[in-house]
């Protein structure tokens, strides 16, 4: 007959293999939140409305900003340089609890590159810097690369090769760092995009108004009344209007946004749940180590 007697020192090994298990499944159910914690979104049948800013705007009343506009654009970069106004129009959103996305300058193209691979690199090396800029912020709305060119044709300065090129390597750094990817052009760059890229559908699309600007003074006077591309394109989620001075002490002019989708965060802060996860299975484990 077998005893019955078991090894204490076999039921803390047992044990301790039972608590790193759980410390690990505690740490991977983190990292996986953490992976996940993309930005979610809901269609809209009325639009909401919110405006795009960069350097060329300067705006001292970010009280009667955050009054008219759910939401902001911010420009982060154009190319390998961040926008002057960066920094100070992301901290002035922030503090008035504006939804914020993004958009960066696309500069890559035939024209200043010799070859795909340096094409290939150049696309790395800005978007890289991009990312970099985008650090410990917090960004619910989508990032776009706005691809516009008004000197070179758009089927010269992007072929199809290099535009599905561009898309994929922006699209997959976008996603892989936690960021909705999007892409902010005007009508004809879109609709040669749309015909030579594989899967555009994948991008956030907001699309500018081109001839349909509206020109207005106030921004209680804005409104969506006049927006007619949903009709044709379901996808575009954005529209430009141009405002002159409306926006308190201002400069120059300002794009005014209308988006068919919101975009809000998960109510689930993934970075704390991340520490809070793996801090439990750590705790667990000191604690029996304590009581044996």
Sequence with gaps: MKSLYVNKKNIFNLSNIGITLCTICCLTTGIIAYKNSKPKSIDLDTPIRGCDISSHQVYTNWDEMDKNYDFVIIKATSGNEVDEKFIENYNNAKKHNMDIGIYTYNVMSTVNTNNMDEFIDGTNKRLDILIDNLKDKKINYPVYLDIEFSKTPINEALPYEYANKLIDIFYDKMTNNGYKAGLYTNMNTYNYLKDNVDNLEKLELWIAGGNNYDTVTTLEKTNSDNINYSDKIKMVQSYQYVVN???????????????????????????????STASLGLAGLILYKKKH
């Design 245 to 275: 001075g409306g926006a308190g002490d201002s400069t120059g002019h300002l794009d005014v946004d209308y988006s068919y989708v919101d975009y809000y965060d998960v109510d689930f802060d993934s970075k704390n749940a991340l520490i």
